[in-house]
């Protein structure tokens, strides 16, 4: 099973797109886009990381690009996280519908494995907050945006708060995956924080132009919605 999940987020990536390393130097086109955006940009020790740091809403924030941490994202990851510092009990996430889908079939299997008995530390929280947080849907929404990703929050409330128009509207912008080719995408509000990882495909700065347009509008939408702790 776990081998047929990882295929299907296999397809359609082409040899070569994004390994490690492929865009990734001092002078190269990430640098050049982090430095006309008005980001510091680093590399980490190895030079299979590069880092860009810039603020919002007064509070720092990161995004990396490097070799993938989860299994289901091959090529390179991009993922991004902000302290907000908002309150502890708000938590929601929004996942790509194709992510979310095949996470399930890997929980049933391990659920249905009668050979395994305990739950295997490696596997992603991802799957743990899908246990854990109902899928929230609400009117006024296109069902282009329910087609492609969805809405878990322990608080339905939380939800409406944090995914407005605006957001909805920004990742609908994304652009639309050809036919039989999974994108995994993950945005999260948990614990005071917000997250991002997804796979960085196509890849290309107009990449990271959105993707750090969404994380920011994530941030800025949370900030308003929820304020911080004192």
Not at 130 to 155: H, K, N
Request: charged share 20%; proline share 7%; hydrophobic share 40%.
């Amino acid at each position: 099973m776990f081998d047929r999940i990882r295929k299907v987020f296999q397809r359609g990536t082409t040899q070569g797109d994004g390994g490690p390393g492929s865009s990734l130097s001092p002078n190269g086109p990430v640098s050049e886009w982090a430095a006309s955006r008005g980001l510091s940009f680093s590399m980490g020790p190895l030079g299979h990381t590069a880092s860009m740091h810039g603020k919002v809403g007064g509070h720092a924030w990161r995004m990396e690009l490097g070799k993938p941490t989860r299994d289901y994202i091959h090529g390179e990851e991009l993922r991004a996280r902000a302290e907000l510092g908002v309150f502890d009990d708000v938590g929601a996430l929004i996942i790509s519908r194709p992510l979310k889908d095949a996470l399930e079939r890997r929980a049933y299997s391990m659920i249905t494995d009668t050979l395994q008995t305990t739950a295997d530390p490696r596997l992603p929280e991802e799957m743990r907050w899908l246990a854990m947080y109902d899928e929230i849907g609400w009117e006024g929404v296109p069902q282009a945006f329910w087609r492609r990703y969805a809405v878990l929050s322990d608080r339905r409330e939380h939800a409406l708060a944090w995914v407005d128009n605006a957001l909805v509207e920004l990742l609908l912008g994304a652009p639309t995956p050809p036919p039989g080719v999974q994108q995994p995408f993950m945005l999260v509000l948990m614990r005071g924080k917000c997250y991002l990882r997804m796979q960085y495909q196509p890849a290309v700065t107009s990449t990271l132009d959105h993707a750090s347009t969404v994380f920011i509008a994530a941030c800025e939408s949370a900030l308003g919605a929820f304020g911080t702790r004192r």
